[in-house]
């Protein structure tokens, strides 16, 4: 088993943190996606239903761009600096 130190340690629980609130963002965007690929009345009557309760796909859109954004930053830095790659 190898060893690795504790910095490449905790940015890998980190990078993976981001990446989990990139997929979650992915799934609240679902129905909104669903609706307009498919866009049949099953689908509208699911969005208008959500939306009676407060379902705002923009909080998924900045959300999850913003951790899509800062996990590929913080990636290529951490390649460039620590790993010697890219």
Same mark, same amino acid.
Request: no cysteine; charged share 10%; net charge positive.
């Given at each position: ?6 910095a490449?340690?905790i940015?890998?629980?980190?990078? +993976? ?5 990139v !997929?979650? @963002? *992915? ?7 669903a609706?307009r690929?498919v866009?049949?009345d099953?689908?509208h ?12 796909? +923009?909080l998924?859109w900045?959300?999850g !761009?913003? @951790? *899509?954004?800062?996990?590929?930053v913080a990636?290529?830095?951490w390649?460039?600096?620590f790993?010697?790659?890219?």
């Amino acid at each position: 088993m190898g060893s690795q130190s504790t910095a490449k340690t905790i940015f890998l629980l980190v990078s +993976m943190v981001g990446w989990l609130i990139v !997929g979650a @963002a *992915l799934m609240y965007l679902f129905p909104w996606i669903a609706d307009r690929l498919v866009a049949s009345d099953l689908t509208h009557v699911w969005l208008k239903t959500l939306s009676r309760s407060g379902y705002n796909p +923009m909080l998924a859109w900045v959300g999850g !761009g913003i @951790a *899509l954004a800062a996990t590929v930053v913080a990636n290529i830095i951490w390649h460039q600096r620590f790993e010697g790659k890219i």
